[in-house]
Protein backbone atom coordinates (compact mmCIF):
# COMPACT_ATOMS: atom_id res chain seq x y z
CA UNK A 1 0.00 0.00 0.00
CA UNK A 2 1.58 3.71 -0.91
CA UNK A 3 2.57 5.62 1.93
CA UNK A 4 1.21 9.06 3.01
CA UNK A 5 4.37 10.62 1.06
CA UNK A 6 4.33 8.96 -1.46
CA UNK A 7 0.64 10.05 -1.97
CA UNK A 8 1.24 13.28 -1.65
CA UNK A 9 4.26 13.56 -4.08
CA UNK A 10 2.33 11.49 -6.69
CA UNK A 11 -0.19 14.51 -5.93
CA UNK A 12 1.63 16.93 -6.46
CA UNK A 13 3.02 15.78 -9.67
CA UNK A 14 -0.33 15.16 -11.40
CA UNK A 15 -1.31 18.49 -10.14
CA UNK A 16 1.69 20.37 -11.00
CA UNK A 17 1.56 18.43 -14.68
CA UNK A 18 -1.68 19.90 -15.47
CA UNK A 19 -0.61 23.43 -14.28
CA UNK A 20 2.46 23.87 -16.62
CA UNK A 21 0.59 22.31 -19.35
CA UNK A 22 -2.06 25.31 -18.48
CA UNK A 23 1.12 27.83 -18.76
CA UNK A 24 2.21 26.46 -22.77
CA UNK A 25 1.27 28.75 -25.43
CA UNK A 26 -2.33 27.77 -27.11
CA UNK A 27 -0.67 26.34 -30.41
CA UNK A 28 1.45 24.01 -28.45
CA UNK A 29 -1.32 22.81 -26.26
CA UNK A 30 -2.80 19.64 -28.32
CA UNK A 31 1.08 18.21 -28.99
CA UNK A 32 3.13 19.08 -25.88
CA UNK A 33 3.15 17.08 -22.36
CA UNK A 34 4.65 17.41 -19.13
CA UNK A 35 5.34 14.10 -17.55
CA UNK A 36 7.70 12.69 -14.69
CA UNK A 37 10.63 11.63 -15.59
CA UNK A 38 12.41 8.22 -14.30
CA UNK A 39 15.73 6.48 -13.83
CA UNK A 40 18.49 7.37 -12.04
CA UNK A 41 19.17 11.01 -11.17
CA UNK A 42 17.37 12.23 -14.23
CA UNK A 43 17.65 15.84 -15.72
CA UNK A 44 15.44 18.86 -13.46
CA UNK A 45 14.18 18.99 -16.88
CA UNK A 46 14.31 18.32 -20.21
CA UNK A 47 12.06 18.13 -23.59
CA UNK A 48 12.39 15.04 -26.27
CA UNK A 49 10.01 13.88 -29.43
CA UNK A 50 7.62 10.89 -28.20
CA UNK A 51 6.80 9.59 -31.49
CA UNK A 52 4.57 11.04 -34.45
CA UNK A 53 4.14 14.98 -33.90
CA UNK A 54 4.30 14.85 -29.75
CA UNK A 55 6.58 16.34 -27.36
CA UNK A 56 7.22 15.51 -24.03
CA UNK A 57 8.75 17.69 -21.21
CA UNK A 58 10.65 15.30 -18.80
CA UNK A 59 10.43 16.86 -14.94
CA UNK A 60 12.14 14.91 -12.11
CA UNK A 61 9.43 16.17 -9.79
CA UNK A 62 11.25 15.42 -6.63
CA UNK A 63 13.64 17.91 -7.55
CA UNK A 64 11.25 20.26 -8.91
CA UNK A 65 8.98 20.66 -6.09
CA UNK A 66 12.08 22.12 -4.39
CA UNK A 67 11.60 25.23 -6.44
CA UNK A 68 9.63 28.18 -5.99
CA UNK A 69 6.68 28.49 -8.37
CA UNK A 70 8.08 31.64 -10.09
CA UNK A 71 11.77 29.45 -10.61
CA UNK A 72 9.75 26.35 -12.15
CA UNK A 73 7.64 28.66 -14.42
CA UNK A 74 10.42 30.60 -16.36
CA UNK A 75 12.57 27.19 -16.76
CA UNK A 76 9.48 25.50 -18.02
CA UNK A 77 9.32 28.60 -20.01
CA UNK A 78 12.56 28.41 -21.33
CA UNK A 79 12.00 24.64 -21.91
CA UNK A 80 8.77 25.79 -24.21
CA UNK A 81 11.32 28.32 -25.93
CA UNK A 82 13.25 25.67 -27.03
CA UNK A 83 10.61 24.05 -28.54
CA UNK A 84 9.15 26.24 -30.30
CA UNK A 85 12.73 27.17 -31.34
CA UNK A 86 13.23 23.66 -32.50
CA UNK A 87 16.54 23.37 -30.27
CA UNK A 88 15.13 19.96 -28.30
CA UNK A 89 17.27 16.98 -28.49
CA UNK A 90 16.53 14.92 -31.59
CA UNK A 91 17.06 10.57 -32.30
CA UNK A 92 19.30 12.34 -35.27
CA UNK A 93 20.02 10.25 -38.40
CA UNK A 94 23.73 11.24 -38.16
CA UNK A 95 24.77 7.97 -35.84
CA UNK A 96 23.32 5.50 -37.93
CA UNK A 97 24.51 7.14 -41.16
CA UNK A 98 28.38 7.04 -39.07
CA UNK A 99 27.55 3.33 -38.61
CA UNK A 100 26.33 2.40 -42.64
CA UNK A 101 29.48 4.62 -44.01
CA UNK A 102 32.49 3.03 -42.20
CA UNK A 103 30.23 -0.30 -43.08
CA UNK A 104 30.41 0.67 -46.57
CA UNK A 105 33.96 1.81 -46.78
CA UNK A 106 35.35 -1.27 -44.87
CA UNK A 107 33.50 -3.41 -47.24
CA UNK A 108 34.31 -1.50 -50.42
CA UNK A 109 37.91 -1.40 -49.30
CA UNK A 110 38.08 -5.33 -49.60
CA UNK A 111 36.39 -5.17 -52.66
CA UNK A 112 38.39 -2.49 -53.78
CA UNK A 113 35.71 -0.76 -55.10
CA UNK A 114 37.23 2.98 -55.10
CA UNK A 115 34.33 5.36 -56.27
CA UNK A 116 31.95 3.58 -53.70
CA UNK A 117 35.18 3.49 -51.09
CA UNK A 118 35.12 7.58 -51.61
CA UNK A 119 30.83 7.85 -51.55
CA UNK A 120 31.05 5.92 -48.30
CA UNK A 121 34.23 7.83 -46.92
CA UNK A 122 31.86 11.19 -47.66
CA UNK A 123 29.19 9.78 -46.33
CA UNK A 124 31.03 9.35 -43.23
CA UNK A 125 32.52 12.76 -42.81
CA UNK A 126 28.86 14.55 -43.44
CA UNK A 127 27.71 12.40 -40.52
CA UNK A 128 30.78 13.22 -38.19
CA UNK A 129 30.40 16.93 -38.85
CA UNK A 130 27.24 17.11 -38.03
CA UNK A 131 27.62 15.19 -35.15
CA UNK A 132 30.45 17.43 -33.94
CA UNK A 133 28.33 20.85 -34.51
CA UNK A 134 25.53 18.93 -32.22
CA UNK A 135 28.28 18.98 -29.82
CA UNK A 136 29.56 22.25 -30.17
CA UNK A 137 29.50 24.04 -26.74
CA UNK A 138 29.39 27.41 -28.54
CA UNK A 139 26.63 26.44 -30.67
CA UNK A 140 24.53 24.62 -27.79
CA UNK A 141 24.80 27.69 -25.22
CA UNK A 142 23.53 30.41 -27.93
CA UNK A 143 20.70 27.42 -28.32
CA UNK A 144 20.14 27.72 -24.55
CA UNK A 145 20.88 31.88 -24.35
CA UNK A 146 18.08 32.07 -27.26
CA UNK A 147 15.96 30.15 -25.43
CA UNK A 148 16.05 31.88 -22.01
CA UNK A 149 15.42 34.74 -23.75
CA UNK A 150 12.23 33.14 -25.04
CA UNK A 151 11.44 32.40 -21.71
CA UNK A 152 11.49 35.98 -20.31
CA UNK A 153 9.49 36.92 -23.13
CA UNK A 154 6.66 33.99 -22.21
CA UNK A 155 7.01 35.49 -18.48
CA UNK A 156 6.40 39.06 -19.89
CA UNK A 157 2.90 37.74 -22.08
CA UNK A 158 2.04 35.80 -18.73
CA UNK A 159 1.66 39.19 -16.69
CA UNK A 160 5.34 39.17 -15.00
CA UNK A 161 6.95 42.42 -14.69
CA UNK A 162 10.28 42.70 -16.09
CA UNK A 163 12.93 42.72 -13.16
CA UNK A 164 10.92 39.96 -11.39
CA UNK A 165 11.18 37.53 -15.01
CA UNK A 166 14.63 38.17 -14.80
CA UNK A 167 14.94 37.41 -11.16
CA UNK A 168 13.51 34.26 -10.91
CA UNK A 169 15.35 32.71 -14.10
CA UNK A 170 18.31 34.01 -12.60
CA UNK A 171 18.11 32.55 -8.96
CA UNK A 172 16.84 28.94 -10.84
CA UNK A 173 19.99 28.93 -12.59
CA UNK A 174 22.18 29.91 -9.31
CA UNK A 175 20.37 26.85 -8.28
CA UNK A 176 21.32 24.71 -11.02
CA UNK A 177 24.37 25.60 -10.81
CA UNK A 178 25.15 25.19 -7.16
CA UNK A 179 23.64 21.49 -7.51
CA UNK A 180 25.73 20.67 -10.97
CA UNK A 181 28.10 17.94 -10.56
CA UNK A 182 29.39 18.05 -14.19
CA UNK A 183 31.71 20.37 -15.50
CA UNK A 184 30.59 21.03 -18.66
CA UNK A 185 26.79 21.44 -17.52
CA UNK A 186 28.19 23.62 -14.82
CA UNK A 187 30.24 26.06 -17.67
CA UNK A 188 26.71 25.90 -19.76
CA UNK A 189 24.60 27.39 -16.52
CA UNK A 190 27.44 29.81 -15.71
CA UNK A 191 27.44 31.25 -19.72
CA UNK A 192 23.81 31.37 -19.77
CA UNK A 193 23.56 33.32 -16.40
CA UNK A 194 26.04 35.54 -17.49
CA UNK A 195 24.51 36.50 -20.18
CA UNK A 196 21.14 36.37 -18.72
CA UNK A 197 23.06 39.47 -16.58
CA UNK A 198 23.97 40.83 -19.48
CA UNK A 199 20.79 41.00 -21.20
CA UNK A 200 18.91 42.31 -17.96
CA UNK A 201 21.27 45.37 -17.61
CA UNK A 202 20.90 46.19 -21.05
CA UNK A 203 16.82 45.84 -20.68
CA UNK A 204 17.14 48.43 -17.26
CA UNK A 205 19.07 50.56 -19.57
CA UNK A 206 16.49 50.78 -22.24
CA UNK A 207 13.51 50.89 -19.67
CA UNK A 208 15.04 54.16 -17.99
CA UNK A 209 15.94 55.54 -20.94
CA UNK A 210 12.30 55.14 -22.37
CA UNK A 211 11.05 56.42 -19.03
CA UNK A 212 12.98 59.81 -18.85
CA UNK A 213 12.59 60.90 -22.91
Same mark, same amino acid.
Given at each position: ?????????? /?????????????????L??????I /???????????????G?????????????? +???????????????????N? /??? +?? =??????????? =????????V????????????????????????? /? $? #?????????????? $????????? &?????K??????????????? +? #??????? &??????????? +?? #??????????
Amino acid at each position: MPTRNYALKN /TFAKTEARRLEGLLPPELQAWVKVI /TADGVRPKLIGSEEAGGDEVVVLIDMLRWE +RLAEDQRNLLFWHEVSRIQND /TIP +RD =GWEVAALAIGL =GGAVGELWVQNGLLFLLALGICGVAGFQLWRKGS /T $K #RDVKDLVDADQGAI $KLALRNGYA &MPAAYKSLGSALKILIRESNQ +R #RDRTRLE &MRLESLRSEAA +RA #RRSYGSSATS
